[in-house]
């Protein structure tokens, strides 16, 4: 795996844009991971416990927090002091963009409610995470993404007919809410910048993206009058699709969603005559068929080993791939070729692998400027910087209201 080291100066088309980030977990901090690789001053404010991911930790390391946490900085205070409040406002003005995940009504209830943030800073941009959105009969239920998972429809749509529904093994809602929170906090700044405008508040539920996500569900109902059917690894739509094991015990992926590429796996693996068969001529045919046709496939991918499959069908043309575990992806050629992964310095481990910049843009491109911050690391920094005095700042830590590293 390629070493790399961390790019303190290295600029990027989000420089000058200050992020105030108050929120806790994935979704909030995924959005504003891709603020910070592309430069732009996240500022995390952190309770005295600090964001819940630190507290996700594999043998006592932070790993969740060392990769969404990277290229922040940490303000650590006591939001239950007295003058919590009226510190976090002094943190208002000159800020671009405010990131929080509070249960609605909780920013209101603390005497920081849109309109009174915009009071102090004209130009802001108010994201609000949560799990069902800011207003509805489900507003102030628990916003976890589990919940959302399996009320969107994903977990009952997700795994095999004769079994359980499958929650995925991974924050897919989170994640999900934060890439669609990271866009639209662009096209918020687009407005404000561009345009003339004045700040905004962004209404982002983990429930909305998530649903956008599964696609025409309501139309393929619509049209049908059923629901759409656990298939596991095998779809609805297109033939073949699926995953097959092969002779050495491994597992190959097959997608073959176009008339074309279809008949080429029929024709590359000595079946050329079942393409004018009347069950696997047409999509539509073949989907109904889906099970006979899987069986003819997963006969010839038994036949060899996981490497000798991706050989012969790349060789072929053919759209198949293996399924990876993370040690056969970290050991890839084209993952260590592309950089995927890169071992940065770190002071628990030595070298922490994580994952590049997905988006690679080639005129301005993002960066990873720093580690994940320590608690507290830069709470002096923070606060100087809004304008505060030393004596203030040695005031705020002597209270309890701050905690500096």
Excluded at 92 to 116: D, I, K, Q
Excluded at 193 to 216: H, S, Y
Excluded at 343 to 355: A, K, Q, T
Excluded at 366 to 375: C, K, N, T
């Amino acid at each position: 795996m390629p070493r790399a080291d961390y790019a303190p100066g290295a600029p990027g088309p989000l420089q000058g844009v200050r992020v105030l980030d108050l929120s806790r977990l994935v979704a909030g901090n995924t959005l504003t991971q891709h603020l910070a690789d592309f430069g732009a001053t996240v500022d995390k404010v952190e309770p005295r416990d600090g964001d819940t991911l630190r507290g996700w930790r594999v043998r006592g390391v932070e790993t969740a927090w060392k990769v969404h946490g990277r290229g922040k900085r940490s303000l650590c205070l006591d939001f239950r002091h007295k003058d919590a409040i009226p510190l976090i406002r002094r943190l208002v003005p000159g800020a671009a963009v405010l990131v929080e995940s509070f249960r609605p009504g909780t920013l209101e209830a603390m005497g920081l409610a849109p309109e009174e943030l915009l009071k102090l800073e004209p130009r802001l941009i108010i994201v609000r995470i949560s799990g069902w959105g800011q207003d509805g009969p489900y507003s102030r239920r628990p916003g976890f993404g589990t919940l959302v998972e399996g009320f969107a429809g994903f977990a009952e749509m997700n795994g095999f007919a004769d079994r359980e529904p499958v929650l995925p093994p991974m924050y897919l809602a989170d994640t999900i809410a934060g890439l669609t929170g990271a866009f639209a906090t662009m096209a918020a700044l687009r407005e404000v910048e561009m345009r003339g405008g004045k700040g905004q508040v962004i209404d982002l539920p983990l429930l909305d993206p998530l649903f956008t996500a599964l696609g025409p569900q309501a139309a393929n109902y619509r049209l049908t009058g059923k629901t759409k059917p656990r298939t596991g690894s095998r779809s609805t739509g297109a033939a073949p699709r699926n995953v097959y094991r092969t002779k050495d015990g491994g597992w190959v992926c097959l997608s073959a969603s176009t008339q074309g590429m279809a008949e080429r796996v029929l024709r590359s693996i000595g079946r050329g005559e079942l393409v004018e068969d009347p069950r696997f001529r047409t999509n539509e045919q073949r989907v109904q068929h889906g099970e006979e046709l899987d069986a003819i496939i997963g006969a010839f991918v038994a036949q060899k080993t996981l490497e000798e499959n991706v050989a012969f069908f790349e060789a072929a043309e053919v759209t198949i791939g293996p399924v990876n575990d993370i040690v056969r992806f970290m050991a890839d050629r084209h993952v260590r070729a592309r950089g995927l992964l890169a071992e940065y310095p770190d002071e628990d481990m030595g070298r922490f692998p994580m994952h590049a910049i997905p988006a690679r843009l080639s005129g301005t491109p993002g960066a990873i400027r720093a580690p994940a911050p320590r608690l507290g690391q830069h709470s002096r920094e923070i606060l100087a910087a809004q304008g505060l005095e030393a004596e203030e700042i040695e005031a705020a830590q002597a209270s309890g209201l701050v905690v500096a590293a």
